[in-house]
């Protein structure tokens, strides 16, 4: 009577590691071993890969968004202006309101803002520009403003003149110390109708604040110069606030609409990027599935190979038998086979896109270089470059996707193996 033997024990490692080397003259089935094992490698590598760049653009998106925009605006209910009439929708008592929105909890940064759109003008160059009149000092707290990727000029000199964006000073052709028009329709009445507003204002600071859109159209006035040119003297049009924790916004809205009060309404971040997030959401929950079709795909060639092993192995695993090996050791045998090439060709997907995402940079920048720099076009992506960041939980989805597809696939072959008669196995040999 044969004798037990714990499972996976060492001759079953053995027989298998002998089965997965063998060449196909030997009974093996060597040839089919790497198309798996290269298949389940590249498979696994593009999840990874995807799942970083998924991340990461969308880290990028969010950062440059809560850098260089509000994380909540605060503005007025439009309310009529007795004397004429016309409806406005300014804020009168900005300093007020900011100080007080500052003291909610929560609340990081308060900076009253005149914003207005007008046309930029540099010789025969013209642009839409949105201008934002904001304090120096509020400046300054703008991260991706005040630390940009790429910048020129001082910030210092705010004061003197105009900020503006990179995209927007390549559209007009300007550079620091260059003297820009902005023009606003929005003038004087005359009995001739209305008059432009026109005036010239030094270029002192020009920043990329990594979202092309920004920085396309993107201007910073002192905001007494704003109020000045915008005819807004002693009023703001907004209230931009910061919170600690953005992604969290909705816990800070009701004790700032309460300091708010009844006329005035707010403008979240997620409010203006929100169809752009769900959006995201969607598409990286489809590509998910698309790459772990392909996942599957690839670890449907073990199968392939371990039955061809198993059928050229008959033999083998009759004379197995006979020698008191039992149908769990045989099992095992061609699990060990199977669930080898998924874990190896795991193993090694799992090292290539954690590579790919370490070094996406230079990657990116060989293949850039290679395509004239016309691959990446940030007009389009509205980036300047192909983010990736390395989440933990995005590798062991992969990981786990992987090695579970390849050990569950391989048992029915390995079962398949285990219960051959040995009685068939050598009829005929």
Not at 117 to 137: C, E, L, R, T
Not at 167 to 172: Q, S, V
Not at 336 to 354: N, S, Y
């Amino acid at each position: 009577m044969a004798g037990k033997t714990a499972p996976f024990a060492k001759f079953e490692w053995m027989i298998a590691w002998r089965y997965i080397r063998a060449k196909r003259a030997e009974g093996g089935v060597s040839v089919m071993t790497w198309i798996s094992l290269i298949g389940v490698t590249l498979a696994v590598f593009a999840l990874i890969a995807t799942l970083a760049v998924r991340s990461g653009f969308r880290a990028e998106f969010v950062d440059t968004i809560l850098g260089s925009n509000a994380h909540v605006s605060v503005y007025r209910q439009s309310e009529v202006v007795p004397d004429s009439g016309r409806y406005t929708q300014l804020i009168k008592d900005y300093d007020t309101l900011a100080s007080d929105l500052a003291q909610v909890e929560g609340v990081t940064r308060t900076a009253p803002l005149v914003r207005g759109q007008v046309m930029g003008n540099f010789g025969d160059s013209n642009a839409a520009v949105d201008v934002y009149g904001i304090s120096f000092d509020n400046l300054l707290t703008i991260p991706r403003i005040a630390n940009p990727e790429e910048f020129s000029g001082d910030i210092n000199d705010f004061e003197d003149g105009i900020a503006i964006g990179s995209a927007l000073a390549k559209d007009l052709g300007v550079g620091v110390g260059d003297r820009i028009k902005i023009i606003s329709p929005n003038g004087a009445r005359t009995a001739l109708g209305t008059t432009p507003r026109v005036n010239v204002y030094d270029v002192v600071y020009i920043f990329t604040a990594g979202r092309y859109d920004i920085d396309k159209i993107r201007a910073y006035l002192p905001i007494t110069e704003a109020q000045l040119f915008f005819n807004r003297d002693g009023v703001a049009t907004e209230i931009e606030v910061m919170v600690e924790d953005p992604d969290e916004i909705e816990k800070y809205l009701p004790d700032i609409m309460a300091t708010v009060g009844d006329g005035g309404y707010v403008w979240t971040w997620r409010d203006s990027a929100g169809a752009f997030l769900r959006a995201l959401e969607v598409e990286d929950n489809v590509m998910f599935v698309i790459l772990s079709i392909l996942v599957l795909i690839a670890s449907m060639n073990i199968i392939s190979g371990l039955i061809m092993l198993v059928k050229n192995k008959g033999r083998d695993v009759g004379i197995l038998r006979t020698m008191g090996l039992t149908e769990g050791s045989i099992l095992r045998i061609f699990f060990i086979c199977g669930a080898g090439i998924g874990t190896a060709g795991t193993l090694f997907g799992v090292i290539l896109g954690c590579l790919f995402a370490l070094y996406i940079d230079q990657i990116f920048g060989f293949v850039n270089s290679i395509g004239n720099g016309g691959v990446w076009d940030p007009s389009i992506r509205g980036i300047y470059r192909l983010p990736a960041e390395l989440q933990l939980k995005d590798v062991i989805s992969a990981v786990s996707l992987s090695l579970s597809l390849s050990w569950i696939i391989t048992i029915f072959p390995a079962r398949r193996a285990a219960r051959m008669n040995p009685v068939e196995a050598l009829r005929y040999e």
